[in-house]
């Protein structure tokens, strides 16, 4: 499962690290047990759910604020965007609803999560 939180600022170069890293980011044990295999590697499937709450600063005060986060049409053709690119790199998407108020259950098979964020990478090459 990808919660995916759509900043302001967003381009086509975030779209492409993240469908270049989401399907090849090897988190599935292997044989031996050890996280070496992607989803791809694994035929697997990624859901893909909007999530802006992930843009939400917590810093000052008892209420979020959202400033950083797109507005929603960005997000939504951001958040398709990346839905597609990640179909092309040959690995099935299911998404959610964009925008809609929804019930997602995460069964989470161990204490691993991962954060992945386009705006701190490094200069790197996903093949």
């Not at 989401?22 to 990624?46: T, Y």
């Not at 939504?76 to 259950?105: C, D, L, P």
């Not at 989470?108 to 954060?115: E, L, Q």
Request: net charge negative.
């Amino acid at each position: 499962m990808v919660l995916l939180g759509v900043a302001k600022g967003d381009a086509g170069a975030d779209v492409s690290y993240m469908a270049g890293k989401i399907p090849q980011l090897r988190i599935f044990p292997d044989e031996a047990g050890k996280m070496n295999r992607s989803v791809a590697e694994v035929q697997g499937a990624v859901l893909i759910v909007s999530q802006f709450t992930l843009l939400g600063d917590t810093h000052r005060g008892r209420r979020p604020g959202f400033d950083a986060a797109a507005p929603p049409d960005t997000a939504q053709r951001f958040y398709e965007s990346v839905a597609n690119a990640i179909r092309e790199h040959g690995v099935h998407v299911q998404t959610g609803k964009f925008g809609a108020n929804m019930v997602v259950t995460l069964e989470n098979d161990g204490p691993v999560t991962f954060v992945l964020d386009s705006h701190r990478r490094e200069s790197e090459t996903i093949e």
